[in-house]
């Protein structure tokens, strides 16, 4: 089977992103609870997804310049992909510094014997491989 690894689509506040740093390369295995890369989100758009979002914000407005990094004028905190799937990457798509959206696909893991045949965006509509999102820079959330 073919997986599209992409990133998720959680908010529709969430406009823009940024890959970071990958951790696999392509034809290395993942496995369930490895890491496969780190993005990066505009920060403002996590904090209006929790309901706590303003407390957030007033108690950690002091912290911003010093716990995340200012990039093209926006906050951004730094999130890991970990996965829930097990497969090879097979295709990067998205790499280190490329702008991404929510939903877009950064890459392709296969779980078996298929071969990926033609361009990437070929397998836009695959199935969605099963990622667990986690901050790496902020305790607060």
């Known amino acids: 089977m073919i997986l599209k690894l992409a990133i998720p689509a959680h908010d529709q506040s969430l406009r823009s992103g940024r890959v970071l740093r990958w951790y696999k390369r392509e034809g290395d295995h993942v ?23 303003t407390l957030l914000a007033r108690a950690r407005r002091g912290r911003l310049r ?8 926006k906050v951004y905190v730094e999130m890991r992909l970990t996965s829930s799937d097990q497969g090879v990457l097979r295709k990067i798509v998205a790499q280190e510094g490329d702008e991404i959206g929510p939903g877009a696909m950064i890459g392709l893991v296969v779980t078996g014997d ?28």
Do not use: S
């Open 114 to 141: 298929e071969t990926l045949d033609g361009p990437a965006d070929r397998w836009t509509d695959a199935t969605p491989m099963r990622v667990v999102v986690n901050t790496i820079n902020d305790e607060d959330f």
């Open 31 to 53: 496995g369930f609870g490895d890491d496969i890369c780190d993005i990066a989100i505009d920060e403002f758009a996590v904090l209006r997804r929790t309901g706590r979002a």
């Open 66 to 73: 010093d716990d995340l990094e200012v990039r093209q004028g």
